[in-house]
């Protein structure tokens, strides 16, 4: 493991550049609008924080997952990968990684199972068709894509350390820490090292808080227009937010979302013969 993320393979191989970004979603984006495309990766960003609280883990487990997926789908077209398949198997392996332990198979299909029941049933009104065998299939191709670049640095270390150098109100850090939780529904985990997003976060707590963090912020010697656009880009999430609505909206965008030319039907999921055809 890398002692400090400026060494790391998070820093060193995963800080894409937002125009490469886009270049990859092209083939989506021939059938999605950006708008779609960006609330498809919202609502699997909601379903792995579903499956993590359903499964106790740790917020920065879910973190973890949840990066894992977007990586994927930041270098793979959505048609590659069921991204029903992805989920599931993020969460496995950001379990694994993070030192949360392993998940029993039968307990990981289950919370599958229950979470899209009870939760995304207006999404998914199925039964959630995918056995264990999938998720490790898929979890072989997830390191692959990522070659093996599993460490992981998150926004709530730096996040804690400035709010203990700020000395300010003991409300200011579960604001910030909530933005920090939203801004996985972004592209700047992908694009960002994450000491500028616990500062743009930050900066935007302190925004609604009226608390003035200027000052601050140019002793800090960082680039305010990062931090600004990190802040735009979090900030434009909740503006989508306020006109989406979820229920009504999500299964007509996945019904459009390009898929793999075949998946496993419920009966041959359950009797444990299917085969790999969610992984294209």
């Not at 400090?4 to 270049?23: G, I, M, R, T």
């Not at 990684?97 to 199972?113: A, D, H, P, Y």
């Not at 820490?177 to 930050?202: E, F």
């Not at 989406?244 to 444990?272: F, V």
Request: proline residues 5%; contains cysteine; glycine residues 2%.
């Amino acid at each position: 493991m890398a002692g400090n993320f400026w060494q790391s393979s998070h820093f060193q191989q995963w800080v894409l550049d937002p125009p490469e970004l886009f270049k990859n979603r092209q083939a989506d984006l021939n059938v999605l609008t950006e708008d779609g495309y960006q609330k498809i990766m919202i609502f699997f960003a909601n379903f792995i924080q579903s499956l993590g609280e359903q499964l106790k883990l740790r917020q920065q487990v879910i973190a973890t997952a949840t990066i894992y997926f977007k990586r994927f789908y930041s270098r793979n077209s959505l048609k590659c990968i069921d991204p029903w398949l992805m989920a599931p198997t993020c969460v496995f392996l950001a379990s694994k990684v993070e030192e949360f332990g392993v998940i029993s198979n039968t307990r990981l299909i289950s919370t599958c199972q229950a979470v899209v029941k009870n939760k995304f049933s207006h999404a998914h009104p199925l039964e959630y068709p995918y056995r264990i065998n999938l998720v490790l299939e898929c979890e072989f191709y997830l390191l692959e894509m990522m070659d093996c670049c599993l460490v992981l640095y998150h926004p709530y270390r730096p996040l804690t350390e400035y709010f203990k150098e700020l000395q300010q109100d003991e409300s200011l850090f579960p604001l910030a820490w909530r933005i920090v939780n939203d801004s996985l529904r972004t592209d700047v985990c992908l694009t960002y090292p994450p000491y500028l997003i616990s500062l743009a976060c930050l900066h935007i707590a302190c925004v609604i808080q009226q608390k003035d963090l200027r000052q601050w912020l140019a002793e800090c010697n960082v680039d305010m227009d990062k931090i600004l656009e990190i802040s735009r880009q979090i900030l434009a999430l909740y503006e989508l937010w306020k006109s989406y609505d979820e229920k009504k909206e999500i299964a007509a965008i996945l019904e459009k979302m390009p898929k793999p030319n075949t998946s496993p039907t419920p009966t041959s999921a359950q009797d444990g013969s299917q085969q790999s055809q969610a992984v294209q």
